[in-house]
Structure formats: C-alpha cells, structure tokens
C-alpha cells in the first residue's frame, strides 16, 4: 500500500478525494490537511460534509494537520484540492520535497514541463515528468483539468480520427462546481447565470494541451480551436454541454466511433468500465439520471445530430476534479514513476 494525503480536505473536492481514498485498493490514505482552525482536531468534527454522500467512519477520527510539507513526511503521493492561489508554493514545495504531486489546482497546468493529463487521451504526456527531475526536483506535480475541460476532451476523443478543426461548446455547468460558498442560493434559485469566471479560456487553452502531441521533450498543442460560453445553472451535481464539432462523417459513422470507442488504458481501479456512454435516447444524458454512471466516472454522450453536434455530461467533483487525480495517480504507478 501507498500512503497518500489529501491537501484542502474540508472543501467540496477535498472531500471527494476522502470518499475516493477512503477504502482504496492501491492507496492508504493517513493525512489530511486543512486550514490552522482545524489542525489537531478529528475530521469529522471539522468537515462538513454533504448530507447525499455517505461519510467514511474509518476516516473520521484521523486527526487533521496544518497545510505544509512537515505535515507530509510519512507520504509518498499527494493529492491537492487547495485553491489555485495557494496551491501555487505548496504544490511547489511538495515536489521540491520527493513528493508526488496529484493536483486539481490550475497553478501549474499550463507549465511546459508539467503533464495535463485525462488518463484516457493524452497518457503518453506523463513523459513531461522526466523534464521535471532533469532540472532538480526530486517529486514531480501532474495536473488534471478544469472538470468541464475533462468532460469535453473525453466526449472528443472517439471523434479523433475524423479530424477537425473548430469546436465550440456552451456549458450547463453544477452549482457543487463553485464550492460550498461559491454561489449564494439567492443568486442561483429560478436562474441561469452566464458567466464563470476564467472558465472559458481554461476549456480554450488546456483543450489544446491535452490533445497536443508529446514529441521531443515538449507538447505541440492540438491544431484546432475551441470557443467556449460557459453557464451556472441550478443542478446539484454534473456538468452539461452542447458540443459543435466540424466533422463531414454522417451522424451514423460518428455514433459508431462512440460505441467502439476503446481508451488506451487498461486495470486502473478507478477507470470505469465505461469512459465513454453513448445513449440514444432523444433527451439524454441528463444530470440527475446519469451523473453516477460508473461511480460518477463516466462521460455520457447523446444527441448526436448532423452537424456535428452532441450533448455531453459528467460527473463535475468525480470524474471532472478528484475522481480525476486519483485515477492520474494510478496511471503514474502503474507505469512505474513513483
């Protein structure tokens, strides 16, 4: 067993990195980091933690330690769900440090030597991390995208072969996706509110990366664009998007591509059995009835119409935050990098 920690373990994805490592067949998790108020006392009396997802008991009496390497030294692996303005030096300490940086932060994404990575498009760029220890470090930081970024470049992904060279996307984006105070209940209740901030350019520039190729030390970005309008809508859970490819494939071709869409990945613990659903039922996928697909791991694809255009939808704090890192985590021990 590994033993990992959890960097902002109080928050929204903090605490779905908790549910995710608690009972982990790989990792044991044995430290959580949050905020001097809460160091020294029991997780369970500091965390509030949703009422729909249930607590892990065998957690919460781990006591909680203040956010800093020294609180890290029994830790082989860390995961970080700090906010990007404190992420930034934290994560860079932790590196500096030996330690395995997993990070759903935006600090270090667009990095040159830092891997922006969705497990079943772009693993060949975990490559990046050899840079990092060429130039001295003896950990190393590997990041996941911004969650509606994730959604999208998986939803893409089977459309690859087709080629093309503009995507544009609208967003239906969950209010868990703020964080617990992120949108006041007011401001959201009986409303759409079209604007996210910094979220439109992350989905137009870590796009590129992800889908760039890894050739000779660096990524050359993906040679499409992607114009992006991303929206809060009042849904608890699951991120939804209508998606405008200009592929010439009939729609019967491009369903197929979806069906026999293979991930060259394989034996992770947290890789669904399906990363990509295709459903073709007129109004599907719908957040309340398929974000949980797969244990929220799965991005559902419907609609898919002449044009080409789609609706895509996953799982926002799962499969587009921590769920996302512990499975980037995975891929790095599977392919030997610890």
């Not at 509030?48 to 203040?66: A, Q, Y």
């Not at 949108?183 to 990366?209: F, S």
Request: hydrophobic share 40%; proline share 7%.
């Amino acid at each position: 067993m590994i033993n990992v920690g959890v960097l902002g373990a109080t928050g929204a994805v903090g605490q779905r990195f908790v549910q995710l490592l608690a009972d982990h067949p790989w990792f044991r998790l044995t430290t959580l980091t949050a905020s001097e108020r809460s160091a020294g006392k029991r997780y369970r009396d500091v965390v509030k933690w949703r009422l729909d997802v249930p607590f892990p008991e065998t957690i919460g009496d781990v006591l909680v330690s203040p956010t800093s390497v020294s609180s890290l030294k029994d830790v082989d692996i860390v995961f970080s769900a700090l906010p990007a303005e404190i992420a930034k030096d934290v994560e860079l300490a932790c590196a500096g440090a030996g330690l395995a940086v997993c990070s759903n932060a935006s600090s270090h994404r667009m990095e040159p030597d830092v891997p922006l990575v969705v497990p079943e498009v772009n693993p060949d760029h975990l490559a990046l991390i050899d840079l990092q220890r060429d130039r001295g470090r003896d950990g190393f930081i590997v990041t996941n995208p911004n969650c509606s970024t994730i959604i999208m470049t998986l939803a893409l992904a089977p459309l690859c072969g087709f080629g093309f060279t503009d995507i544009r996307v609208a967003t239906m984006q969950a209010v868990s996706g703020a964080g617990f105070e992120g949108v006041p209940a007011m401001g959201i209740y009986d409303n759409v509110i079209p604007y996210i901030g910094q979220e439109e350019q992350k989905m137009e520039m870590e796009t590129l990366k992800i889908m760039g190729k890894y050739e000779n030390g660096s990524i050359r970005p993906a040679p499409f664009q992607v114009s992006a309008s991303c929206h809060r809508v009042p849904v608890l859970d699951g991120h939804t998007m209508a998606i405008w490819a200009d592929v010439r494939e009939p729609v019967e071709k491009v369903k197929e591509a979806y069906i026999r869409y293979t991930p060259p990945i394989s034996g992770l613990p947290t890789q669904p059995k399906e990363s990509i659903h295709y459903m073709d039922e007129p109004d599907r996928p719908q957040p309340r009835l398929d974000r949980n697909r797969c244990n929220g791991m799965t991005v559902s694809v419907g609609r898919i119409r002449e044009g080409i255009r789609f609706i895509a939808m996953g799982h926002n704090t799962i499969r587009g935050a921590a769920g996302a890192s512990v499975l980037n985590a995975e891929l790095i021990c599977s392919r030997k990098y610890l």
